[in-house]
């Protein structure tokens, strides 16, 4: 029987350890690439063309379902198989889109369930489809941020804007139309890296999420985001406020 190939894009360490492990014990699967991010899975997909992606979701900056609209767009599409942890909250959606997932820590006999699945229902003209219909479905706007005891997921819409705090930040965000604070272990410049074009930086301290944007005041170089419920003045520096007013 001919060998099934297969790579895995997983940036926790002992995760991808496990798994390499379970696939390298079944004779009929073999590893062609292995990845922690979307840009070396992307590159490790395009040129090793595997038949099945074990693909994590939550990886740093870009998320695993960027990796899928990126091969998307290239027309490339193996089988991919979703691995993440029980509670993510994209389950619902990976399985209303009928992908197949294995819950970490990967259990082998899971995993054998998952390769003849793949055998039996694999169809290249199908997988497309069912891309699509994630796509459509799914909020990619979410990222997660890790906090001192844990990691939080966050849709970017909700975010109103970002205060520095040495290496760590606070997010203000909007929950039932009141703005709470969450304080994250990223300094602002990661936020930054992070979070969609639609934020940018106005001074040293303070991101803003620009959809909240109402007002810019040149005079007296300040602008002005308001919510439902309040609105919030901060003060840009001179180079933030000619980028700001050229790219209006």
């Known amino acids: 029987m001919e060998k099934i190939t297969t790579a895995i894009i997983d940036d926790e360490p002992e995760a991808q350890k496990l798994l390499e492990q379970l696939i390298s014990d079944h004779s009929n699967l ?12 992307l590159e490790i997909v395009s040129k090793q ?16 379902f960027e990796l899928v609209r990126e091969l998307k767009t290239l027309q490339i599409f193996p089988a991919i198989i979703f691995v993440t942890a029980y509670d ?21 006999d899971e995993l054998q369930k998952a390769i003849a699945r793949y055998r039996f229902e694999f169809r290249l003209n199908s997988m497309e489809n069912k891309i699509d219909k994630l796509l459509s479905c799914i909020s990619i706007s979410k990222i997660s941020f890790k906090t001192k005891t844990g990691k939080i997921y966050l849709a970017t819409d909700k975010i109103v804007y970002c205060e ?48 909240y944007m109402v007002e810019i005041d040149r ?3 300040t602008c002005k985001l308001k919510t439902q419920a309040q609105t919030h003045v901060f003060e840009i520096t001179k180079n933030m406020l000619s980028q700001l007013m050229d790219h209006e």
């Open 88 to 108: 993510h909250f994209a389950i619902e959606a990976i399985r209303h889109s009928a992908f197949d997932f294995l819950i970490k820590p990967v259990d082998i």
């Open 164 to 211: 520095a705090d040495g290496n760590y930040s606070h997010i203000h965000q909007l929950a039932q139309n009141e703005l709470t604070k969450i304080t994250v272990t990223h300094n602002l410049g990661y936020l930054l890296r992070e979070l969609p074009p639609n934020f940018t930086r106005i001074n040293r301290s303070t991101l803003v999420n620009k959809d």
């Open 49 to 64: 063309r595997p038949d099945i992606v074990f693909l994590d979701i939550d990886m740093p900056g870009r998320n695993g």
């Open 219 to 221: 005079k007296n170089r």
């Open 30 to 41: 073999e590893i062609v690439g292995t990845g922690e991010s979307v840009d070396t899975g």
